[in-house]
């Protein structure tokens, strides 16, 4: 079988965005858009996948998926042609299929693209186009049959007639074109009189007047041709998107309350028979154990979760680990680097950062951990705080096993309080203590008696 090439086009000035990022670049359900025509067309086991990109350095391969990839630098956005052009120089040596793709279509699916491979290897044509009927074609390129019903041009919206755009069939912006034997006609396309650029669709009147046969291949929805010019059509294509993945999950087990407000990038992994309320937002590498609950107005990125685990409503989970059977929330924060032990509580307004909390410990109320070692079975009381900042560095705190922390505490670390020891409500504790004993550190309460009645008589 003849080679294979696969160029997507990712350049272009992406205008009607109105941004400063390349278009190709903006996130639908947690990844570039590109990655999803980067996965499509990975599916047909390319060598490697040619992108044409304004410049290099906005792209990086990890992002994309770590795929071999090779950049071609379109310097000036001067059109899809031109864009194609740009890989003249390394493929004009090459035998084979050039399929060029749009690199803001990102519902594209490689069963599309296996079907317009092998119908255009069949034909034998020097070009194939793949077609898609719209009911609302607006903003395409408008294909045009001759009598014979064969290809022989697709125009620009802008260059249409009132009559062409009444026509429904449009280009997808997805092509096979045999090379080498495709640079010379794709060199004689000509600037747009009105957009001065070169539209690569114009290759297919040309290839028409020179008597060759252009073929073409219909996808098999119209939806998976949708290409995203603007945030509008960025915000559609992600809900269609969302849809598709969430239907998916609730196929493998995953209740879903109701999917319409609820958020999952395409990055995250859900485990069977975990539940998701209304207005969950679940983002990044997140994995999520099985028979999880997650509430409301909950969010959860980059996180860890075993199975069981309870997160209650409006709590936000930030790069965490939180293992089998822990309850979080309502209204707990956990920020990067914390882990929360099995079967332990982190309750209403309790912030933990970069600390470790222990098998069945609790933390139920309004509390601060930061930079804390917390071993298992500790109690936490209300409002405690580890002060580990002293406005130049921060220390650490370690709590032993079993620990009573009465509720009020300061603990100014660094500290270690040892197994076993109870702190007294209302402490500031500066000191280690030592294993099973009682800290106090509070001034003694003072009663004068008769003092208020005294007060009164005085006024008078
Ligand atoms: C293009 C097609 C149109 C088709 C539609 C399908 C052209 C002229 N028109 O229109 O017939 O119906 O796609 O979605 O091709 N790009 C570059 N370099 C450039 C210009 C664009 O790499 O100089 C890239 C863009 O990043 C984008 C792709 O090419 O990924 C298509 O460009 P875009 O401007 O979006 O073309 P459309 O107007 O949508
Ligand atoms: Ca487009």
Request: aromatic share 6%.
């Amino acid at each position: 079988m003849d080679d294979f090439y696969p160029l997507i086009l990712a350049a272009g000035k992406g205008v009607r965005m109105r941004s400063d990022i390349p278009k190709v670049l903006h996130p639908l359900l947690g990844k570039p858009m590109l990655c999803y025509v980067i996965e499509a067309v990975r599916a047909l086991h390319p060598s490697k996948i040619y992108l044409v990109v304004s410049d290099q350095s906005s792209m990086r391969k990890e992002e994309l998926g770590n795929y071999p990839l090779e950049f071609i630098i379109q310097t000036e956005p001067l059109g899809t042609g031109h864009a194609v052009l740009q890989a003249r120089h390394l493929l004009q040596d090459r035998e084979g299929v050039l399929m060029v793709m749009n690199g803001d279509s990102p519902l594209i699916t490689p069963q599309t693209l296996r079907g317009l491979l092998r119908s255009h290897r069949k034909s034998g044509a020097i070009a194939t186009t793949l077609t898609a009927m719209l009911d609302d074609p607006t903003g395409y390129g408008r294909i045009i049959r001759g009598s014979d019903n064969r290809i022989e041009a697709s125009v620009e919206e802008r260059e249409a007639t009132p009559s062409q755009r009444q026509n429904k069939e449009v280009n997808a912006g997805f092509y096979c074109f045999k090379i080498p034997h495709i640079f010379p006609y794709l060199a004689k396309i000509e600037r747009s009189p009105h957009h001065k650029e070169y539209y690569l669709p114009d290759v297919f009147s040309i290839l028409r007047k020179e008597g060759e046969e252009v073929n073409s291949f219909p996808a098999s929805s119209p939806q998976e041709v949708l290409g995203i010019n603007n945030r509008y059509q960025l915000a559609m294509v992600e809900r269609l998107m969302r849809e598709e993945f969430l239907k998916n999950l609730m196929m493998k087990g995953v209740t879903i309350v109701d999917p319409h407000s609820t958020y999952i990038d395409s990055t995250v992994k859900v485990g069977k028979d975990t539940v998701i309320h209304p207005q969950v937002v679940l983002q990044g590498y997140t994995r999520i154990g099985p028979r999880c609950q997650i509430h409301s107005f909950s969010k959860i990125s980059h996180s860890w979760l075993g199975q069981e685990v309870i997160i209650l409503s409006n709590s936000v989970i930030e790069s965490s680990r939180i293992r089998k059977g822990a309850r979080i929330g309502p209204f707990a924060r956990l920020r990067p680097e914390s882990l929360i032990g099995p079967q332990a509580k982190i309750g209403n307004f309790v912030e933990v950062k970069k600390s470790v909390v222990g098998r069945g410990s609790k933390a139920n109320h309004l509390t601060y951990l930061g930079d804390a070692i917390i071993g298992k079975k500790v109690n936490i009381g209300a409002g405690t705080i580890t002060c580990n900042y002293d406005g130049k560095k921060k220390w650490q705190t370690i709590i032993e096993d079993g620990v009573f922390i009465g509720s009020n505490t300061e603990i100014i670390a660094p500290l270690t309080i040892r197994k076993g020891a109870y702190i007294g409500a209302g402490s500031t504790i500066t000191k280690e203590v030592p294993p099973h004993s009682l800290a106090i550190a509070r001034d003694r309460q003072v009663n004068i008696k008769k003092w208020v009645l005294r007060n009164r008589k005085g006024k008078k």
